[in-house]
């Protein structure tokens, strides 16, 4: 990312302070007093925002481009940015989305793990309902769940699996991730990866982490940040899957839903204002929640287009 120069920068302090001040005043402020007053720091913030947006969407054009997806949305409609896919913070202490049924929750787990390749960590989709056909990653159809080419950037196809054998297939395949993670780490090349688990009530249901046939999955998403390992869920009932993952990770989006219990669930995390605005949410919004602040997101639709993958 270029960085704006001084120039830039005094010349965007110049116009909020003229804004601020409603200034009408011929005298120009020295930079010292824009130093001082903040808004030299605040104009140099708004440029790197302005340029992270800029090049965000140059991005998402390419990869759309290559990859023969569709930006059906017109650039007016992104109103996010970067900061919408905290991927540091995401690599530190996981993600889950939740929301009801078709309220984009695949579309943004598709956004973000091409925010994620773009920030070289790898990615592993465990995906049980054909929704990630014709995605740019390879993917596997998984049969037989004790002979699977255990490898990154791979979309692991598991519909033809049963709930209890996609278990066991995450369960050994995070138990073997996490074995290697620790000896790469070990030897001071501390990966980069990231799990994404569509449907996460299939493989972890409520208060199963602290349960003994759960450890694996337990280990990966309690201590996997430590060796370079995170995850990205999501689920539509709250009330089906551990709240202890949900708690324990750090970013959360939250989807149109309704539903009296997967609501009163909510409330444990967001302010009686922001639950009850779920149940007006459109598909594709979402409150982005990061510790106790929230925000709206509108995100744009990736669509596969026919020509393509006729
Ligand atoms: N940001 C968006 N803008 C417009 N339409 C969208 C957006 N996101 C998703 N959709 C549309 O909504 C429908 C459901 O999207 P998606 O599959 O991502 O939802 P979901 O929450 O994963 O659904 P499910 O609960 O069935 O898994 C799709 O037809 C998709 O085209
Ligand atoms: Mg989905």
Same mark, same amino acid.
């Given at each position: 990312m270029t960085?704006?120069?001084?120039?830039?920068i005094i010349e965007e302090s110049m116009k909020i302070n003229a804004e601020r001040?409603?200034?009408?005043?011929?005298?120009?402020?020295?930079?010292?007093?824009?130093?001082e007053s903040g808004v030299y720091e605040e104009a140099r913030n708004k440029l790197m925002? /302005?340029?992270?947006?800029?090049?965000?969407?140059? !991005?998402?054009?390419r990869m759309a481009n290559q990859s023969g997806y569709e930006l059906i949305k017109s650039k007016a409609d992104y109103c996010f940015g970067l900061q919408d896919f905290p991927i540091k913070i995401i690599m530190k202490e996981g993600a889950f989305v939740i929301g009801g049924r078709g309220c984009g929750k695949t579309n943004l787990l598709?956004?973000?793990?091409?925010?994620?390749l773009k920030c070289k960590i790898e990615v592993k989709v465990?995906?049980?309902?054909l929704a990630w056909k014709n995605y740019p990653l390879p993917e596997l159809r998984v049969k037989d769940v004790d002979s699977v080419n255990n490898k990154w950037n791979m979309i692991y196809d598991c519909s033809r699996l049963s709930v209890l054998e996609i278990r066991k297939f995450v369960n050994e395949m995070?138990?073997?991730?996490?074995?290697?993670?620790?000896?790469?780490? /070990?030897a001071g090349r501390k990966p980069k990866c990231? !799990?994404?688990l569509e449907e996460a009530q299939n493989v972890i249901l409520p208060n199963s982490l602290r349960t003994l046939k759960f450890q694996e999955i337990s280990r990966f998403v309690t201590q996997g940040r430590n060796f370079g390992l995170s995850y990205v869920c999501s689920t539509q009932r709250l009330a089906s899957t551990d709240v202890n993952l949900v708690?324990?990770?750090?970013?959360?989006?939250?989807?149109?839903?309704?539903g009296h219990r997967n609501l009163i669930k909510a409330r444990a995390w967001l302010s009686k204002f922001n639950t009850w605005r779920l149940r007006d949410l459109e598909v594709g919004q979402f409150h982005l929640q990061i510790g106790s602040k929230v925000k709206l997101l509108r995100l744009p639709l990736f669509k596969a287009t026919e020509e393509v993958y006729a």
């Amino acid at each position: 990312m270029t960085t704006p120069t001084k120039k830039e920068i005094i010349e965007e302090s110049m116009k909020i302070n003229a804004e601020r001040n409603h200034s009408v005043s011929s005298i120009t402020p020295e930079i010292e007093e824009l130093q001082e007053s903040g808004v030299y720091e605040e104009a140099r913030n708004k440029l790197m925002r /302005d340029q992270e947006n800029h090049e965000f969407l140059a !991005y998402l054009e390419r990869m759309a481009n290559q990859s023969g997806y569709e930006l059906i949305k017109s650039k007016a409609d992104y109103c996010f940015g970067l900061q919408d896919f905290p991927i540091k913070i995401i690599m530190k202490e996981g993600a889950f989305v939740i929301g009801g049924r078709g309220c984009g929750k695949t579309n943004l787990l598709k956004l973000l793990v091409m925010e994620l390749l773009k920030c070289k960590i790898e990615v592993k989709v465990i995906d049980s309902a054909l929704a990630w056909k014709n995605y740019p990653l390879p993917e596997l159809r998984v049969k037989d769940v004790d002979s699977v080419n255990n490898k990154w950037n791979m979309i692991y196809d598991c519909s033809r699996l049963s709930v209890l054998e996609i278990r066991k297939f995450v369960n050994e395949m995070m138990s073997e991730d996490v074995r290697e993670a620790i000896l790469l780490t /070990d030897a001071g090349r501390k990966p980069k990866c990231c !799990y994404v688990l569509e449907e996460a009530q299939n493989v972890i249901l409520p208060n199963s982490l602290r349960t003994l046939k759960f450890q694996e999955i337990s280990r990966f998403v309690t201590q996997g940040r430590n060796f370079g390992l995170s995850y990205v869920c999501s689920t539509q009932r709250l009330a089906s899957t551990d709240v202890n993952l949900v708690e324990i990770s750090g970013v959360k989006y939250w989807g149109k839903m309704g539903g009296h219990r997967n609501l009163i669930k909510a409330r444990a995390w967001l302010s009686k204002f922001n639950t009850w605005r779920l149940r007006d949410l459109e598909v594709g919004q979402f409150h982005l929640q990061i510790g106790s602040k929230v925000k709206l997101l509108r995100l744009p639709l990736f669509k596969a287009t026919e020509e393509v993958y006729a």
